[in-house]
C-alpha cells in the first residue's frame, strides 16, 4: 500500500498498487472531478505530481494520447489511468465548474499552449515612427481603417514567417516566434519578418501616400529569451500570450530605436543566435528605461 497526498483537500489517503490515483481518491470521498468515467477523453481528472513522479507507472497508451495532444509536461497525469509504486504527493488541477467549462474548451485547441509552458521564445516588438501625430491629425474612421490594413498587412508577414501575433495596442505589435512549432532558428525569422514588413511597407505606403499625405515607417527590437507561454481565455477573446522578464525586455529595446535613430535593435540573446548570418551595422552599450545596469544591443540591417 501507498500513500498519497491530496495537497488540495490536505489529506492522506491509502492506495493500492491496482488502484488508480483517481480510485483512491475516490474511495477516500474526495470529490475528484472525472467527467469521461475515467476512460481517458476529458481529461478532467487531471493531477500535478508535486512530488513522487517517479513513483508513477510510465503513461499508457490511452493516457498518451491525451497528453500528447494536449501537450502536457511530464509532471500532469490522469489520476484515471494513473497507478503508482511509491508515496506521492498531488494536487487536483480541476476543482470546480469554471475549471471543468476551460478545461473542456481546450479540446477545441490543438497548439498545446493552453496549458501554460515555459519556453525560450523570440520576442518581436515593433511600432510605427511618427504614429501618434498621424492619428491626431485624422479623423478616428481613417485611423482604425488604416491600422486594420497595417495589421492585416503585417499579420500574413508574420504568420508566413512562423511567428503569432500575441497583441496590438495602437500602433504597437507583439509578436513571437517559436510557439507553434519547434524552428531551427526563430531569431532569424523574426529579423527576415521585419525585413518583410519593411518591403510590404512600400506598398502599404503607396496606397497610404496619395490619399493621407503621410508614410509609415517601422521600429523593431527583438529578444530571444525565456518566457510563460501560454493561451489565455477571456470569454470574448482568447490569445496567446507570454509572461516574463523577456517580453519587458523586449519592448524596452524596441524604444531605444528612438534613442539611436536605428530600424532594427536585438538583445545579446538574440545576437548569439544570428551571429554571422545578419549584417550588423553597429553595437551599443546601454541603460534601458526601468532596468538597472548596462545591455549591449546590435543594430541590425533591414
Ligand atoms: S476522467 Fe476523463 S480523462 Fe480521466
Known amino acids: ?11 492522506q489517503i491509502i492506495a493500492s498498487p491496482e488502484s488508480t490515483i483517481l480510485e483512491a481518491t475516490l474511495k477516500a470521498g474526495i470529490n475528484h472531478t472525472h467527467v469521461c ?70 479540446f477545441g485547441d490543438t497548439s498545446g499552449t493552453k496549458l501554460g509552458q515555459e519556453k525560450d521564445l523570440t520576442i518581436l516588438f515593433t511600432d510605427i515612427e511618427n504614429y501618434t501625430q498621424f492619428a491626431e491629425a485624422l479623423p478616428a474612421y481613417d485611423v482604425v481603417h488604416t491600422l486594420n490594413r ?48 519593411h518591403t510590404a511597407l512600400i506598398r502599404f505606403n503607396a496606397y497610404l501616400h496619395p490619399i493621407y499625405n503621410r508614410s509609415f515607417e517601422i521600429r523593431a527590437g527583438i529578444n530571444f529569451g525565456k518566457v510563460i507561454v501560454g493561451s489565455f481565455d477571456t470569454g470574448m477573446m482568447s490569445k496567446i500570450s507570454a509572461i516574463g522578464d523577456a517580453v519587458n525586455f523586449a519592448s ?32 551599443y552599450h546601454s541603460g534601458l528605461k526601468g ?12
Open 1 to 11: 500500500m501507498f500513500k498519497i497526498y491530496s495537497q488540495t483537500d490536505n489529506k
Open 37 to 106: 468515467g475515467g476512460n481517458a477523453r476529458c481529461s478532467t481528472c487531471r493531477v500535478y505530481i508535486i512530488d513522487g513522479l517517479s513513483n508513477c507507472l510510465p503513461r499508457n497508451a490511452k493516457e498518451k494520447q491525451l497528453a500528447e495532444r494536449l501537450g502536457f509536461p511530464e509532471n500532469i497525469r490522469l489520476a484515471c489511468q494513473t497507478k503508482i509504486r511509491g508515496n506521492i504527493t498531488i494536487r487536483r488541477l480541476v476543482v470546480d465548474d469554471l475549471d471543468i467549462k476551460i478545461i473542456l474548451k481546450q
Open 150 to 197: 497595417y495589421y492585416q498587412t503585417m499579420n500574413d508577414i508574420i504568420v508566413q514567417h512562423k511567428g503569432i501575433i500575441s497583441d496590438v495596442a495602437g500602433d504597437g505589435i507583439l509578436a513571437l516566434f517559436g510557439v507553434l512549432e519547434d524552428r531551427e532558428n526563430p531569431v532569424l525569422d523574426a529579423i527576415d519578418a521585419v525585413r518583410a514588413m
Open 252 to 283: 524596452r529595446i524596441e524604444d531605444m530605436n528612438k534613442d539611436f535613430g536605428t530600424r532594427l535593435l536585438i538583445s545579446q540573446s538574440a545576437f548569439e543566435k544570428v551571429k554571422g548570418l545578419v549584417k550588423t551595422h553597429k553595437m
Open 291 to 302: 532596468k538597472s545596469g548596462e545591455y549591449t544591443l546590435y543594430d541590425i540591417e533591414v
